[in-house]
C-alpha cells in the first residue's frame, strides 16, 4: 500500500451503525445516543488507521 490514509470519519460512521443497528436490534436495544455514535466512528476511525498505517510502505 502507498499513498495517504484513504478514510474518512464518515465512512467509519457508516461502518459502526451498519454493524452496531442490527445488532442492537436484534437484542431489542434502542439505538444508543448520537455522542455515542461518534465516540465509537471515531474510535473505529482510528483504529483503522492505525492498521492501515503500520502495513502502509514508506513513499520513496
Do not use: F
Not at 495517504?4 to 459502526?16: D, I, K, M, N, Y
Amino acid at each position: 500500500m502507498e499513498g495517504g490514509w484513504p478514510g474518512t470519519l464518515a465512512e467509519a460512521r457508516v461502518l459502526v451503525l451498519q454493524k452496531l443497528g442490527p445488532e442492537l436490534a436484534k437484542r431489542g436495544l434502542a439505538s444508543p445516543p448520537h455522542e455515542n455514535i461518534t465516540k465509537a466512528s471515531r474510535a473505529a476511525y482510528a483504529a483503522a488507521r492505525r492498521a492501515w498505517l503500520s502495513a502502509a510502505s514508506p513513499e520513496d
